[in-house]
């Protein structure tokens, strides 16, 4: 009983079910990268965040990964940019114990997952930004670019509230979803693996991520 306990602890990765796809986005072609002469911004790593949430019908995990080091320009509404994460700072934020949280987090970093001694970054490249047509309370503009994973690059977009108090730039997303598989993340897949009963894991990651961003000096 205990071992099936650890093995399903590990297996809950932070990937959501199918039932929770918000706002799922599709992985597509690789764009060129935005480019933009204006403000020059650095990304404080320490004061943004990637949070993310897995699912599946047994429960969910949550947790964070490290933004390693970022860079923007902005000119009025267009940006430009590149983002760092650092795929070993993987972190399991809801398990009881240490011991379960380095289970976890050690498999998701290990060649099933993310092969993190292989791929150690991860990168995030701007290739648009423009004003959303029907602003919310949440999401001002859409943000499109290139999510370097592993081996695989694919072009992304989803929502962002983008804010400027002083000389602080703050752009908060809005929780979305991406398939992993488009990344060649294929462990435990149903839609790419058959017979896998209880030890499925779901395709869909949930991420919202916070950037802060000042003047570079």
């Known amino acids: 009983m205990k071992t099936y306990f650890l093995t399903a602890a590990i297996l809950l990765f932070a990937v959501s079910c199918n039932t929770t796809t918000k706002n799922k986005v599709e992985g597509t072609d690789a764009q060129v990268a935005a480019t933009t002469t204006g403000e020059q911004l650095t990304v404080d790593a320490a004061a943004s965040s990637i949070h993310w949430k897995g699912t599946k019908v047994a429960g969910e995990h949550v947790g964070t990964i490290a933004l390693k080091s970022g860079e923007l320009t902005v000119n009025g509404e267009t940006a430009s940019g590149k983002f760092v994460v650092d795929m070993n700072a993987i972190v399991d934020e809801d398990l009881p114990t240490q011991v379960l949280k380095d289970q976890l987090t050690d498999h998701l970093k290990s060649a099933d997952f993310f092969d993190v001694a292989a791929y150690p970054e991860s990168i995030f490249t701007i290739t648009k930004v ?12 859409n943000v499109s670019g ?6 695989v690059e694919k072009n992304i977009t989803f929502g962002a509230k983008i804010t400027k108090e002083g000389d602080v730039y703050k752009a908060v997303t809005v929780p979305f979803s991406i398939d992993r598989t488009q990344w060649n993340v294929k462990y435990g897949s149903k839609t790419l693996f058959a017979d896998l009963k209880e030890n499925i894991v779901n395709d869909n990651i949930e991420f919202q991520i916070t950037i802060v961003a000042k003047a570079a000096k």
């Open 146 to 151: 290139n999510l370097k994973l592993k081996d």
């Open 130 to 141: 423009e004003k959303a047509a029907n602003a919310t309370d949440s999401v001002n503009y």
